[in-house]
């Protein structure tokens, strides 16, 4: 059971480029989610899906879209990267809204030069 | 003020005794808390919840909830050196929210 599975792991990006930062879960959760985590801030929500179907912006939103292209995968794409998304990237799910925490994915180290 | 706030530290800790990690956070209606731990570049990991008041333990771990007083916190006893990671605060901020809001983390040493 692999749980909350995110690629890559590492990633460099010069500015104005783009990419895509893949994330599956196994366990059939219903929610996902994704966060950037930066020191000093804490994780900060991007955006999040609580259902195959729809997404909602978090906290920080702009640069960043988002894909719920079933009900394992939800993907975030950067469409032209700054430095200030230098940032590590957590993809988690939950079953559903109220039920229990999240699970994280491993995470993505995102450089961007 | 934060949503949610915790003691950055660095609190350390000897080996063997009991560390204490504290979290207010703002909201009255906040229904679900949480607890993490993460170690130093990996992904955070859950370790208790909780949802009514009082205390709820689980092995070494014991969670405390006061919901009047809006606070939160983890106890750990017999504190290893296993133990010294970030652990971070997470609360749903009002009754059926999707969303869980992290404070910034409690960085734990345990010191042998």
């Known amino acids: 059971n692999a749980g909350v599975t995110q690629t890559p792991k590492f990633q460099v990006l010069k500015t104005g480029q783009s990419m895509t930062l893949q994330c599956a879960q196994d366990?059939?959760?219903?929610?996902m989610y994704w966060y950037r985590q930066d020191p000093g801030m804490g994780l900060r929500l991007i955006y999040y899906s609580a259902s195959e179907g729809t997404t909602d912006k978090g906290e920080v939103p702009n640069g960043y879209n988002v894909s719920r292209l079933n009900k394992r995968e939800f993907s975030l794409r950067l469409e032209s990267a700054a430095p200030s998304q230098t940032s590590v990237y957590f993809c988690?799910?939950?079953?559903?809204?109220?039920?229990?925490?999240?699970?994280f994915g491993s995470g993505t180290r995102l450089t961007v030069v | 003020q934060k949503e949610v706030e915790q003691n950055s530290g660095p609190l350390s800790v000897p080996e063997g005794a009991i560390a204490s990690l504290n979290c207010t956070y703002s909201d009255r209606g906040s229904q679900s808390f949480f607890w993490y731990r993460q170690y130093s570049g990996k992904s955070p990991e859950l370790i208790m919840s909780i949802y009514s008041n009082g205390d709820k333990e689980d092995g070494r771990f014991t969670a405390q909830l006061n919901k009047a007083s809006q606070y939160v916190s983890l106890l750990i006893r017999d504190s290893q050196p296993s133990d010294s990671a970030t652990y971070l605060c997470a609360v749903t901020l009002n009754f059926g929210n999707e969303k869980l809001t992290f404070g910034t983390g409690t960085r734990l040493t345990i010191i042998p």
């Open positions: 988690a799910s939950r079953l559903s809204r109220g039920q229990g925490g999240y699970t």
């Open positions: 366990m059939n959760h219903n929610s």
